[in-house]
């Protein structure tokens, strides 16, 4: 069983910056991905970024490209994003997720919501215009 704690949300302006936090705890070895995703009010959860555990190949939405950057640290088994030139259309509660296919080899991008198998809570992040 792996748990993931989330933390980092918050209201921010138009512009600003946030950074979430992933901790995940548990059977943690040797998976292929975690990512993030996102889902606002009535609508359904979509996929921010992912890094690849190993290597750390990241995969990011056309729609935060070059705004937000997903990070690791693997000794802490904590994942980052760190998100810039927030905008409005951002606001949404976040999501972290753990893909725990074993990483054999290969490349994929894990960016669906059926390639993960544990979620956090969420955090909510608002971006005010």
Known sequence: QVQLVESGG?????????????????????NYAMGWFRQA???EREFVTAIRWSGGTTYYADSVKGRFTISRDNAKNTVYLQMNNLKPEDTAVYYCGYCSTPDVG????????????YWGQGTQVTVSS
């Open 10 to 30: 918050g209201l921010v302006q138009a512009g600003g910056s946030l950074r979430l936090a992933c901790a995940a705890s548990g059977y943690t070895f040797s």
């Open 106 to 117: 290969g490349s994929w991008a894990p960016d669906a919501v059926y390639d993960y198998d």
């Open 41 to 43: 009010p009535g609508k």
